[in-house]
């Protein structure tokens, strides 16, 4: 049977037109006008989307479920996370990797995914694998991650399997050798330690402090010396996860205007919506992330890269802990705070109403950096974040006009909050289609459990491709 969704305005990164779109066997067939009539013979499902936008399925290249950090765990499970993330209108999530045991290989980790997600997952996923450290076994397992469909890893540049520089360039040469790219956590490990320190000793435990002992330039510096080490590398692509401040933006432009190349650049909806006001709050513990929330002078200036180009991504970093539970633990104290917030369900209808409603982003800029641009980065790309035919038939349908107030009440994950509680948004997501099926509507979920599918991720030649990507 085929299924035609007619009268909508289909966006992509370049144009927004109108159009109906045909789809057979979960794949965008054809695009084109009178479709209905045109199948009229045929058995046919039709969804009017008149007055509302169809768009590509939301790709969060960014997210951790069921997440062990040793002494709590991520509450979203691989069924719960993507659940949310379905009812939020995102279709594909890559997630990054824990931690494993000390000393294990890359594929033991990999292994553990499979087995969390596999039959829970009810969108496409794929994973990122993790670098805990460098050996000539780890760098020959890159290559055999890649053929197994992880064309990407991350190396963290603080927490306690960090990477020292002599590690992060051994692992830039050999991912650029295989056509990979690497994922950075940017921050100095030793002036953060240094300074949770120093408050912690002077009795400043309040959230409010975790902001102040992971400061911008602690993120910067990091930043700085990864985009060396990629050029020291020969210019091997580079992605840089949850940039949060104006000088880490900085530190990109002048790089890239000296003419460095593969330079990849992330935000998260939490950067651009939120500031450290929310540490003086009573629940200040809902929002202890890393790198923290930072001042509204970093959230202009984030919002202005990503409107002429400069981030080329929005993504998540979804990692949720309850307030009521797991938050707690921090109390009294910041630094026994578990790090993280959601953000997966929120995700695409915060940009929507926060950048292309508030006239700081485009429609078109929407769409490139919550479904486009992410899949072109990480290998998912043409058979997710476009419409067109032959890409997968992942849509969302949404309504510009319709208003609605986020709260948890709506909420789909098994975390206690939302950190977007009573944020008044104008957009509501309709319908979620996922591989032609409909997986959510009216915010409420009709997929299946285990029904997503592990997205075997190809290399691409991001040779000067950052250069294409605005």
């Known amino acids: 049977m085929k299924t035609i969704v007619k009268n909508g305005k289909i966006v992509s990164p370049s144009e927004t037109y109108e159009a109906d779109l045909c789809i057979e066997n979960g794949v965008i067939s054809c695009i084109g006008t009178n479709l209905e009539q045109k199948f009229a013979s045929d058995e046919v499902q039709v969804i009017d989307a008149a007055g509302k936008y169809v768009l590509p399925g939301g790709v969060d290249v960014h997210t951790h479920m069921d997440l062990d950090v040793g002494f709590s765990r991520a509450v979203d499970d691989f069924y719960d996370g993507t659940v949310a993330a379905a009812c939020g209108g995102t279709t594909s999530i890559v997630d990054h990797m824990a931690f494993g045991p000390a000393g294990c290989n890359l594929h033991h980790q990999l292994n553990e995914y499979h087995r969390l997600a596999d039959d829970k997952a009810v969108i496409d996923y794929g994973f990122h694998g993790t670098v805990q450290h460098v050996n000539d076994e780890i760098l020959d397992e890159l290559e055999s991650m890649v053929e197994d469909g992880v064309p990407s890893v991350k190396v963290y540049l603080t927490y306690g399997f960090k990477i020292n520089d002599d590690g992060v360039l051994e692992v830039l040469k050999r991912m650029k050798e295989l056509n990979g790219i690497t994922a950075f956590h940017c921050e100095n490990h030793d002036v953060v330690e240094h300074l949770k320190k120093v408050y912690s000793e ?209 909420m789909h994950g098994a975390v206690d909050y939302t950190a977007y509680e009573g944020v008044p948004v104008k957009g509501y997501i309709d319908l979620v289609m996922q591989r032609g099926n409909v997986i959510a509507k009216e915010n409420r979920f009709t997929g299946a459990r285990g029904a997503g599918e592990f997205i075997h991720r190809k290399t691409r030649d991001l040779k000067d491709e950052s250069s294409c990507l605005r």
Request: charged share 30%; net charge negative.
């Open 202 to 410: 002077s009795g400043k435990t309040a959230p409010i402090y975790h902001a102040k002992s992971r400061p911008n330039i602690a993120e910067a510096e990091a930043v700085r010396r990864v985009l060396y080490l990629a050029k020291l590398a020969g210019d091997a692509p580079v992605y840089i996860v949850h940039l949060s401040c104006k000088e880490s933006l900085e530190a990109v432009e002048e790089a890239r205007k000296a003419g460095q190349k593969n330079i990849f650049v992330e935000t998260c909806t939490q950067y651009l919506t939120m500031t450290e006001e929310k540490y003086k709050d009573e629940d200040g513990l809902k929002y202890i992330m890393s790198p923290p929330l930072r001042t509204d002078a970093d959230r202009e200036a984030l919002w202005k890269g990503l409107e002429n180009g400069e981030i080329q991504i929005v993504a998540t970093d979804h990692c949720p802990f309850n307030y009521g539970i797991e938050k707690q633990m921090g109390k009294d104290d910041f630094t026994k705070c578990p790090n993280g917030a959601p953000g997966v369900e929120e995700r695409m209808i915060l940009l929507f109403s926060e950048g292309v409603m508030k006239n700081r982003i485009s429609l078109n800029r929407f769409v490139e950096v919550a479904c486009t641009n992410p899949a072109k980065v990480y290998g998912l790309y043409p058979k997710k974040g476009i419409l067109e035919p032959g890409a997968d038939a992942d849509l969302i349908i949404l309504d510009p006009e319709r208003e609605q107030t986020l709260t948890h009440a709506n």
